[in-house]
């Protein structure tokens, strides 16, 4: 099953564990990092067991959604500290100039 989110692709692959007779995924996300930088990051499977391939699949998809969610979050909030960096420095910078 493959997914298009938020400018990830994401690539979820279930296949059945004949140990344990259940189905299980495995999780890939590609993306741009910037226009030079593409990243290909394998995901840990994920926790679930599944008695069907299409729920394992779409179970996997949900947790990639998770980590895309995850990674954005992080570079907003890395966005909105040198933002409130810069803010804070611009009008110091101005009153000494």
């Known amino acids: 099953m493959v997914e298009r989110y938020r400018s990830h692709l ?3 692959k279930a296949y ?3 140990s344990d ?3 299980k995924a ?6 741009n990092e910037d226009t030079q930088n593409f990243r ?7 926790t679930g067991h599944f008695t069907r391939q299409i729920s394992a699949e779409k179970h996997g998809i949900k947790e990639a959604r ?8 992080k570079i907003d909030l890395g966005v909105l500290v ?3 960096q810069i803010s ?4 110091f910078i101005c009153n000494v100039v």
């Open 66 to 73: 998770k980590w895309v969610d995850d990674r954005l979050r």
């Open 26 to 31: 495995t999780l890939h996300v590609q993306f």
């Open 82 to 84: 040198v933002f409130a």
């Open 88 to 91: 804070v420095l611009v009008p």
């Open 10 to 12: 994401i690539f979820a």
């Open 21 to 23: 007779r259940v189905w």
């Open 16 to 18: 059945l564990d004949h």
């Open 40 to 46: 290909d990051v394998y995901l840990p499977s994920p």
